[in-house]
C-alpha cells in the first residue's frame, strides 16, 4: 500500500515536470530549430519560450501596476546610469581610381588609396531626471585631429519646457536633398579652411505643443568669435525661431533667423503622408540681404557688395520656392525620391553639415534606394542637376555588409558640366570628376 | 384573399393550389436571410470585440515589449523597446531601450505619418508602417490598436478548433491602400480574442503568420502576452529543411496608467538619453 502510495506521489512530482520538458521543447532554443506554430495552441505556455526575456508575472512584470507614480515603461526610459562611458569607431580602406577630367573629355587616370580612420568617445552624465549632460569627442586620421562634436546640458522644467545650453547638433532640414531650411547654419561666402558640421554653439528653449511645439534658439558660429575661441559679442550672435505644428495630414514648419552681417532668412515648409507609402514636401524661403552701411559699397553693375562675407546681392529680396515626394514600394525595400528647387539666392549658399552647397537658379534630384530582400545587397543612386549653371553629378553605389561591422562599398562618382558647381564641391580628394572606389568599413558602437 | 385562405383552410393535407405553394414560397424567401443576416450580425460583432481587445480608446496603454528575433544560420538578437500608445488620437511613441548601440532611437506615429528620429543626422525622417520594426519580422503597424473591422470585409466564417481553443475563423479581404497585408485569416475566439492571423499579399501569397497563444489580464483587461510571429518567406536551408525566421515578442509592464503629453512629442525623442 505504501509502494503504491510513494510510486503514485513519484508520478504525481514528476509528471509536471515532463510536461514541462514537453512545453520547453515546442520553442526551439536554437534560432536554426524550425517552430511549430499550431502547437502552441495544444498546451498551457510557459513562462519563458525563448528564454531571453523577463516573464510576465516575474519582477520585471506589472500585472497591477501601482497609481501616483509614472508608467514604469516610462520609469525604464527614464532609469539610466549616472555616468555612461560609450565609444564608436570606423575604419576604412580602399582603393580608388578616376580620370582628371569628366568622362567623354579626356584627362589622366589617377589612382588614390582610400584610408580613414576616426574613433569617438561620449561621455553621459544624468544628474537628475531634469538634468544631464553630453560630451562626445572624436580623434581623426588623416587630420589629426581632435574634435568636440557636442558638449551640452539639457534641463527640463516640469516636462514642458526644455532648455539646452552649449555646443549640439542641430538641424532644421526638411528636404534630404536641398538644405533650403537649414537657416541656422548658412555660412558668409568666406572661404573655409574644412568642412564643418552640424554642431553649433546655442542656447535653446523647446515648448513641446501637441507633437510639435516652439523653437527658439539663439546661437554662435565660431566664425563670428574675433578673434577666435573668445566669448562672442552680443551682436555677433544669431536668433533663431521655429514653430512646428504636427497633425495627422501635415506637418508644418514655420521658422526664421536673423544674423548681423548675414541675410534675415524665413522659411515654411510642410510635407504629408498619402496612402503610407507616398510622403509629399514642400518648401519655401524669403531671405532679404541686410547690407549694413559701414560694410556696403555700391558696384559700378548697381549690385551691392559688402566687406565681411563678400555678400554680393543682385537684389536685396531673393524667393526660393521647391517640392518634392518620396515613394516607397515593397514594404519599404524600395525607395524613390524626386525632388525640384528654385533657388533665388546667389550668395551664402554654403551649408554646415551638408557636401554640397545651394546653387542659384533650378535644381534638380532623383534618388533610388533599393534594399535587395533577403541579400546583404543595397543599391542607391543619386543624381543631381542645375540647368541654370549647367552642374550636376551622378553617383551608383553598391553596398554589402556581409559579416556584422564590416561593409563593402563599390561606389562610382560622375560630375559633369561647367567647371564649377558641383564639380568643384566634389568630394572626392583629388576632385575628380570620375571615379570608382571600393573601400572596405569596419565600424560599430559599444 | 379571403377567398383562397377559406379554401385552404380546412384541406390541410397534400392537396394545396398553387397560390399556398407560392404564398410557402414567398414565406420561405423572406425569413431565409433572417438567419444568415444575424449571422453576419454576429460575425461582426465577434470582429469589432477583436478590435476592442487590441484597442485602448478609454486610457493611455504603455509596456517594455521584448523582442527576440531568430535567423536561421545567423543566430538570435533581442531587441527592446519602450512603447506608449495613445489610441483614442491614434498616436504612439517607441523607444528603443536595448540593444545598447540603438538606445534613443524613436518612432512617433500620428494617423498615417509615422516619424522615425535619426539622433546621428538630429532630424526626423518618415517611413511606412509597412516596414520592418527593426529589422524583425514584426511590422510598425503591429503597434498600433486594430481596425480590422474597419479595414477588412468579411469573406467567410467557419467555426474551427485551433488546439485546445474553440474559434471562428475569418477570411478577410481589404481594397485599401493603407493596410499592411491585404488578405488575413484569423482565429478568433467567441470573447473576441485573436489567437492566430495568417497574412497574405494580393496573390495569395503567404506572408507571414503570427500567434498569441496566450493573455494576460491586467486592470481587468486582456492584453496579448506573448506574439509569435513566423516570416513565410525568410529564412535559411539548416540541415537540408527550410527554417523560417522568426519573431517572439513578450510583452511586460503593461500599464494603463496615463502618460504625460509630452511623451507624445517630438522633442521627447529629441532629448531622451542615448
Known amino acids: 500500500m505504501s509502494r503504491a502510495l510513494a510510486g503514485l506521489l513519484l508520478a504525481f512530482l514528476l509528471l509536471p515536470a515532463a510536461g514541462t520538458a514537453t512545453l520547453w521543447a515546442q520553442v526551439p532554443d536554437s534560432a536554426d530549430q524550425p517552430l511549430d506554430i499550431d502547437s502552441l495552441f495544444e498546451f498551457d505556455q510557459p513562462d519563458d519560450p525563448a528564454g531571453d526575456s523577463p516573464a510576465p508575472g516575474s519582477p520585471d512584470s506589472t500585472t497591477s501596476p501601482p497609481t501616483g507614480t509614472l508608467p514604469p515603461a516610462l520609469q525604464r526610459v527614464q532609469d539610466v546610469d549616472p555616468v555612461r562611458l560609450r565609444g564608436n569607431f570606423r575604419f576604412v580602406l580602399g582603393y580608388s581610381t578616376g580620370l582628371t577630367q569628366p568622362l567623354g573629355e579626356g584627362g589622366e587616370r589617377q589612382d588614390l588609396a582610400v584610408v580613414e580612420l576616426r574613433s569617438g568617445l561620449d561621455l553621459l552624465f544624468t544628474v537628475s531626471p531634469q538634468l544631464s549632460i553630453s560630451q562626445r569627442m572624436r580623434f581623426e586620421y588623416p587630420k589629426y585631429e581632435l574634435k568636440v562634436t557636442e558638449l551640452a546640458m539639457d534641463y527640463a522644467i516640469e516636462d514642458a519646457v526644455f532648455l539646452t545650453l552649449g555646443l549640439k547638433r542641430i538641424n532644421w532640414s526638411r528636404s534630404p536633398n536641398f538644405p533650403l531650411t537649414n537657416i541656422i547654419h548658412r555660412r558668409a561666402d568666406k572661404p573655409l579652411t574644412a568642412p564643418r558640421d552640424y554642431s553649433t554653439i546655442i542656447g535653446r528653449t523647446v515648448i513641446p505643443i501637441g507633437i510639435g511645439g516652439l523653437e527658439l534658439l539663439v546661437q554662435n558660429k565660431d566664425e563670428y568669435q574675433e578673434p577666435p575661441g573668445t566669448t562672442p559679442q552680443p551682436d555677433r550672435m544669431g536668433y533663431g525661431a521655429k514653430f512646428n505644428y504636427a497633425s495627422r495630414r501635415l506637418d508644418l514648419d514655420v521658422g526664421g533667423y536673423y544674423q548681423s552681417g548675414l541675410a534675415a532668412r524665413g522659411f515654411v515648409s510642410g510635407s504629408t503622408t498619402l496612402t503610407d507609402r507616398i510622403e509629399l514636401y514642400g518648401q519655401g524661403l524669403v531671405s532679404e540681404a541686410r547690407l549694413r552701411r559701414d560694410d556696403t559699397r555700391l558696384r559700378t553693375d548697381g549690385k551691392a557688395e559688402t566687406i565681411r562675407g563678400r555678400i554680393i546681392a543682385d537684389n536685396p529680396l531673393d524667393f526660393s520656392l521647391g517640392a518634392g515626394t518620396v515613394v516607397s514600394f515593397l514594404s519599404g525595400a524600395l525607395e524613390l525620391n524626386g525632388e525640384y528647387l528654385y533657388h533665388g539666392e546667389e550668395s551664402e549658399n554654403r551649408v554646415d553639415g551638408s557636401t554640397f552647397p545651394l546653387y542659384w537658379g533650378h535644381n534638380f534630384a532623383a534618388n533610388v534606394d533599393y534594399r535587395i530582400p533577403d541579400t546583404p545587397f543595397r543599391l542607391r543612386m543619386g543624381y543631381r542637376y542645375n540647368p541654370s549653371l549647367d552642374t550636376g553629378f551622378f553617383v551608383p553605389r553598391v553596398t554589402v555588409t556581409p559579416y556584422r561591422h564590416l561593409t563593402l562599398d563599390l561606389i562610382g562618382g560622375m560630375f559633369f558640366g561647367a567647371a564649377g558647381g558641383y564639380r568643384a564641391a566634389n568630394p572626392d580628394d583629388a576632385k575628380r570628376p570620375a571615379f570608382l572606389t571600393l573601400a572596405a568599413t569596419v565600424s560599430g558602437r559599444i | ?274
Open chain 2, 1 to 274: 384573399m379571403n377567398m383562397t385562405m377559406q379554401k385552404c383552410a380546412p384541406s390541410g393535407g397534400p392537396s394545396r393550389t398553387p397560390m399556398t405553394v407560392a404564398f410557402l414560397a414567398a414565406l420561405v424567401v423572406l425569413l431565409l436571410p433572417a438567419p444568415a443576416a444575424a449571422s453576419q450580425a454576429r460575425d461582426l460583432e465577434r470582429l469589432r470585440r477583436a478590435d476592442a481587445a487590441w484597442s485602448y480608446l478609454d486610457s493611455d496603454f504603455s509596456a517594455e515589449y521584448h523582442i527576440v528575433q531568430d535567423v536561421p544560420g545567423r543566430g538570435r538578437s533581442t531587441t527592446v523597446a519602450a512603447v506608449f500608445r495613445r489610441d483614442r488620437q491614434d498616436i504612439y511613441t517607441i523607444v528603443i531601450l536595448e540593444p545598447e548601440a540603438d538606445r534613443g532611437q524613436g518612432y512617433l506615429k500620428q494617423g498615417d505619418t509615422l516619424w522615425i528620429y535619426d539622433p546621428v543626422g538630429a532630424r526626423f525622417n518618415v517611413t511606412s508602417s509597412r516596414e520592418r520594426f527593426q529589422n524583425t519580422n514584426a511590422r510598425n503597424s503591429d503597434f498600433t490598436q486594430s481596425t480590422l473591422a474597419e479595414d477588412y470585409r468579411i469573406v467567410g466564417v467557419t467555426p474551427t478548433q485551433l488546439g485546445r481553443h474553440a474559434a471562428y475563423l475569418y477570411d478577410l479581404e481589404s481594397d485599401r491602400d493603407g493596410v499592411t497585408f491585404p488578405i488575413m485569416r484569423a482565429w478568433i475566439t467567441d470573447d473576441g480574442r485573436i489567437l492566430k492571423t495568417e497574412d497574405f499579399s494580393r496573390s495569395g501569397q503567404l506572408m507571414r503568420t503570427t500567434a498569441i497563444p496566450d493573455y494576460q489580464q491586467v486592470a481587468g483587461r486582456l492584453i496579448p502576452q506573448r506574439i509569435f510571429i513566423i516570416d513565410a518567406l525568410e529564412g535559411a536551408m539548416i540541415d537540408g529543411r527550410f527554417v523560417n525566421e522568426r519573431t517572439i515578442i513578450t510583452v511586460t509592464r503593461p500599464s494603463f496608467q496615463p502618460v504625460p503629453n509630452s511623451v507624445f512629442s517630438k522633442s521627447f525623442l529629441e532629448r531622451i538619453r542615448r
